[in-house]
């Protein structure tokens, strides 16, 4: 168990930096953040090349399942979308939250506290969503707490958008 957050970042980043196969170790990478920063769920969805996103990695302890699949474009409108893309962080609070992107990503996960990354590409299509969510209550409420999750996801965010490329520089070289 850490003592700190300094601890627990320092112990992720050795970890994503021995890391061969990223898309291997998204499951325990998910089930540790969720179990130190105290969510129900870690999720990371990818999108086709019709914007429909794709869950391809995930962590939950609830019975209930996450969506498989979120066609983006059914819940938020394309000026909404392109918000999202533009965004480094988007947090929700169900007790204090106002913001009408974050509150309509809450109730696609039907969650109560969420902080999720947006992956862009170079032209501000969005690629991928990393994530935790909870159904039970509010995590994770302080701003400091708020900050340190964003900064842990964008830097798993940052690893599978290296390993996103990566897969496709490959692809295209067989």
Do not use: W
Not at 97 to 120: H, N, R, T, W, Y
């Amino acid at each position: 168990m850490m003592n700190s957050d300094r601890e627990y970042c320092v112990q992720l980043l050795e970890k994503l930096n021995d890391c061969e196969d990223l898309y291997g170790l998204l499951g325990e990478v998910l089930e540790e953040l969720c179990a130190y920063l105290g969510f129900g769920a870690g999720v990371i969805y990818q999108a086709d090349y019709t914007g429909t996103m794709y869950l391809v990695g995930s962590h939950s302890v609830y019975k209930v399942q996450l969506p498989r699949m979120l066609e983006l474009n059914k819940h938020l409108t394309s000026e909404e979308i392109n918000e999202l893309a533009h965004s480094k962080t988007i947090s929700f609070r169900e007790t204090t939250e106002k913001d009408s992107l974050a509150e309509k990503l809450g109730e696609i996960f039907q969650a109560k506290s969420m902080v999720l990354v947006p992956i862009a590409d170079q032209h501000s299509e969005l690629l991928a969503l990393v994530g935790i969510v909870d159904r039970r209550g509010v995590v994770r409420h302080l701003e400091e707490d708020i900050a340190f999750t964003g900064a842990v996801l964008t830097t798993l965010a940052s690893f599978y958008k290296t390993q996103m490329y990566q897969q496709r520089v490959e692809a295209t070289q067989k």
